[in-house]
């Protein structure tokens, strides 16, 4: 059966033993990824793991999903994303990491790399013109887009972290970070009107987002049954 070798190798994967120091996991765990990978290389092409994405067992969706994140290409995205809406939330968690895998890596390896050195740069003006940077070699990097909108809006430029969000789910229409991103944007702006329209679009794309659906509520109550207010622009 298709799906009882991937599911043993995402068994193989390791736990955190009790007591264990977290560094000394991940080291056991980043080299138990490798092997994982190779093995799933080794038997599995990118359309059978996808295929395996509807499997009826729980723990064959998670090790396809598992699968993907590290191995597929964005031709995976949609489907992936629909797993967000799974019945078994493990599977549901384990959709969002591994897209989160998959956006980073979307690019040439090169520029992959370059945006997880960008992300652990600690000045934001440096880090936002690493981005900008990379963004113009790489204008379709979604993921780049994404991670400069999280610069903009710490430095409180709530505009432009909403333009380079729209250009994000432009790119990637499942993209709910992206979209959560400019629903906190526009509530930072207090265009409550516009953050309660893209919370709504985030929990579309995320059911079981953490926080989405009390903030949508939150909003309902504050803007009344007509969801707006005069004062809001948008």
Known sequence: MPSALLV??????????????????????FKA????????????????????????LVEAR??????LGLLGTMEANPIMARLLHDGDSDVADMATASLWNLWFRADSEENNTELQKATRVRDREKALESMTNLIEKAPEFAEALNQRAIVYFRMKQYEDSIADCQKVLDLNPWHFGAQVGMAQSYMKMK???????????????????????????????VLGEDGGRKDDKK
């Open 191 to 221: 265009k409550h009107r516009s953050a309660l329209k893209a919370f709504r679009n985030t929990l579309k794309i995320h059911p079981r987002m953490e926080g989405v659906a009390d903030a949508i509520r939150t909003l309902e109550k």
């Open 33 to 56: 990824t490798k092997r994982f990978k190779k093995r799933v290389l080794a038997k599995y092409t990118e359309g059978t793991l996808i295929r395996l994405l509807d499997h009826k």
């Open 8 to 29: 043993q190798y995402f068994a193989d994967l390791p736990s955190p033993r009790e007591g264990e120091d977290f560094s000394e996991w991940r080291a056991r765990h």
């Open 62 to 67: 998670k090790a396809s999903l598992f699968a």
